[in-house]
């Protein structure tokens, strides 16, 4: 890492989160995320709701940032954003923001990939939770990206280049397990709910189909079905199955979910020989999967990377850190770069 300071501020807002953040090179000296609590009643986050409560929120959370980072705006090195994918309406608003700062700033404008994001989060200073040697995965290393919006097993050659061994072809993990919630009638967002009830719950006393798929592809729309069969026949015969049965049935949802994610890591490192492996996204936080890929870990000698909570679930400093990768690079964005709601991570890396 090179060792002049480099101030940069990043800003998130892809989703239901808004965030800025402050990097220093690779340390964060502030991180400040807003959660959109509104969209609890809806049960699930609701686009227009989103863009207006980034739209209150972005000023607040970039004036914090800078505060607990001690720093003025002048000192900064360069602008960094969330360009896509997301929700379009709320990708705009930290675009419109970014490009407004850095133009009456005259710094240079970082346009990130939040995927990327997800993974380069593990080369921010004491990211990881476990205390590895060393402390950061070597390239080449697999990343299981896990969140709401998508399930990919990424190869990651350098900051700047990334393979897709294989993703989803239906439903993220993130949302079969907001989904499974759902019908449980747990309030969204539903992962941390299951992950909270599994803990005093049996992972086997109930089970449900893994999906078929040979290559490293995942699928989980056919277990929600099926959870959703289970769960409607068993309360025919008992109504109030769910409520009796609620620690047992997230634990074996939970662990129904982290197996299909762990034998197709497990695969993915056996065909490609990479031992170096990292977790990513929202999902990396629940807890069953951290800890089966630790033990996975252990059976197969790998180096296993998980980040500490607060880099799982979007935040603005991955966003800092991917742009600060591209800033070493100069590979600035121009004034007129747009949000995107759906971007290729290859489309995106093959502007590097
Ligand atoms: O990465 P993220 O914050 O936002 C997206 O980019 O999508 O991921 C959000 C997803 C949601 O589906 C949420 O339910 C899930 O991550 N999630 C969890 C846990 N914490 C967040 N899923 C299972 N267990 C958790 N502890
Ligand atoms: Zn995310």
């Known amino acids: 890492m090179q060792q002049q300071p480099i101030y940069i501020l990043g800003i998130e807002s892809s989703c239901d989160d808004t965030s800025a953040a402050v990097l220093c090179n690779n340390k964060v000296l502030a991180n400040v995320v807003a959660s959109q609590e509104v969209h609890r009643r809806f049960g699930g986050v609701v686009p227009e709701l ?21 720093i003025t705006k002048k000192m900064l090195n360069a602008i960094a954003f969330t360009r896509g994918p997301g929700l379009l309406g709320s990708l705009l608003v930290g675009t419109s923001f970014a490009k407004g700062l850095s133009e009456s700033l005259q710094v240079p404008l970082l346009d990130v990939h939040h995927m990327q994001a997800h993974i380069l989060a593990h080369f921010i200073e004491n ?10 995965p070597a390239f080449p ?4 990206t896990v969140s709401g919006g998508h399930t990919q097993l990424v190869k990651v050659n350098s900051p700047y280049s990334f393979e897709i061994l294989g993703e989803t072809l239906d439903d993220a993990a993130g949302e079969a397990f907001d989904k499974a919630a759902k019908m449980l009638g747990l309030p969204y967002p539903g992962g941390p709910m299951i992950d909270k009830f599994a803990k005093a719950g049996n992972p086997t006393a109930f089970e449900f189909p893994h999906p078929q798929i040979h290559n490293l592809d995942f699928s989980f729309s056919g277990l929600k079905t099926s959870i959703l069969y289970f769960l409607q026949k068993r309360q025919k ?3 109030t199955f769910v409520k009796e049965n609620l620690h047992d049935l997230c634990a074996s949802i939970q662990y129904t979910i982290v197996r299909v994610l ?9 065909l490609t020989k990479i031992r170096d492996i990292a ?9 069953g999967l951290r800890q089966a890929v630790v033990s996975a870990g252990k059976k197969n000698q790998w180096h296993v990377f998980i980040p500490k909570l607060e880099y799982c679930t979007d935040n603005a400093a991955m966003i800092a850190m991917a742009g600060y990768f591209k800033y070493l690079k100069r590979d600035f964005a121009s004034f007129d770069v747009a949000a995107s709601a759906r971007i ?3 489309i995106s890396n093959s502007a590097q």
Do not use: W, Y
């Open 237 to 239: 015969e008992n109504p």
């Open 344 to 346: 290729d991570m290859d």
């Open 127 to 136: 990211s990881n939770e476990l205390n590895n040697m060393p402390s950061t």
């Open 141 to 144: 290393f697999i990343c299981l």
């Open 50 to 70: 989103a863009s207006r409560s980034h739209q209150a929120n972005i000023i607040p959370v970039i004036h914090e940032a800078l505060n607990k980072a001690k």
């Open 279 to 287: 977790l990513a996204g929202g999902v990396s936080a629940n807890s």
């Open 262 to 270: 762990i034998d197709k890591l497990e695969k993915a490192s056996k």
